[in-house]
């Protein structure tokens, strides 16, 4: 019998401080951003928790109650409304094992207390709607995905075919005056978690590379006119991904990381999805997707 995959979503209010005490103040602003900071901040999580397995007599993989119940008791009940730093040993930096509870660390460290409990397939954990991380169950690797946004305009169309070739194969995108999008861009990063800081790659330096090489030269512009690139090439939303992942595998890469997926979505109903390396099929990420979309 296939496996069949199911999901379960919980919540918890916590709070977590991202400052290394054996650097400059100059340091941790580098490394950790708008982060950094020697008191704490506080998120609203998210956590999805995707699972497999053959139907029972009941027609059910697991029972959704026992779920609920191992959930709460092993991570949502041990962490809501508290001090993670403070809150589980694995975060303890006083420790030669403990590191910071970044993301990436804390999704680690829930699918180690709770997988002997649950057949757990993969595990998401949003920090809030523009960041979070995926983990697989491998000992250090993660996914980390920042969400930014741009506005451009577009017109697709063949410059050798006449107009109304054109309509025929882009329909009304093909209108000679262009039209609009406010493009949402996820930018998933895969590397193995740093012992000491918790992180997969310096965010900051992320978010730098992904503001300087997408959102800055692609925000407000007409595509077709103002981005080199597209001159020749028709700026499709598979297009559009596939260029940006090209402009942010090398600089990725220099940042200890390594580009695994561009998700472009162009509206509520169209979206593209380019994946620089091969894709984790026991992820499920069509579950996780549709689950956190709710």
Not at 198 to 224: I, K, W, Y
Request: hydrophobic share 40%; glycine share 6%.
């Amino acid at each position: 019998m296939k496996n069949v995959y199911v999901t379960r979503r919980a919540h918890f209010n916590a709070a977590h401080k991202l400052w290394n005490e054996d650097w400059s103040e100059e340091k941790n602003m580098e490394v950790f951003g708008k982060c950094a900071n020697p008191n704490w901040h506080g998120h609203n999580y998210e956590l999805i928790v995707s699972m497999a397995g053959g139907l029972d007599a009941d027609g059910m993989v697991l029972n959704l109650s026992e779920v609920k119940h191992a959930i709460r008791n092993e991570v949502t009940g041990q962490l809501d409304f508290r001090f993670l730093n403070e809150a589980w040993p694995e975060f303890d930096v006083d420790t030669a094992e403990g590191c910071l509870p970044t993301t990436e660390a804390l999704v680690r460290v829930i699918w180690q207390r709770l997988s002997p409990h649950l057949p757990i397939t993969a595990l998401r954990l949003y920090e809030q709607p523009g960041l979070w991380a995926d983990y697989l169950g491998h000992p250090m690797d993660a996914f980390l995905t920042i969400r930014t946004h741009f506005a451009a305009a577009h017109r697709l169309a063949r410059p050798e075919l006449s107009q109304e070739e054109n309509e025929a194969i882009y329909g009304k995108c093909a209108r000679p005056h262009g039209h609009g999008h406010n493009y949402l861009v996820d930018v998933t990063v895969r590397g193995q978690i740093d012992p000491r800081t918790g992180m997969v790659c310096d965010l900051s330096a992320l978010q730098r590379l992904v503001d300087d090489l997408v959102v800055e030269p692609f925000d407000h512009t007409f595509l077709n006119k103002d981005v080199p690139f597209f001159e020749e090439c028709v700026p499709t939303a598979e297009n559009i991904a596939l260029h940006i992942a090209d402009r942010l595998s090398s600089p990725i890469k220099a940042i200890g990381a390594n580009l695994h997926k561009v998700r472009l979505q162009e509206s509520p109903n169209n979206a593209a999805e380019v994946y620089a390396e091969a894709p984790q099929l026991e992820m499920s990420p069509a579950a996780l997707d549709a689950v956190a979309a709710v």
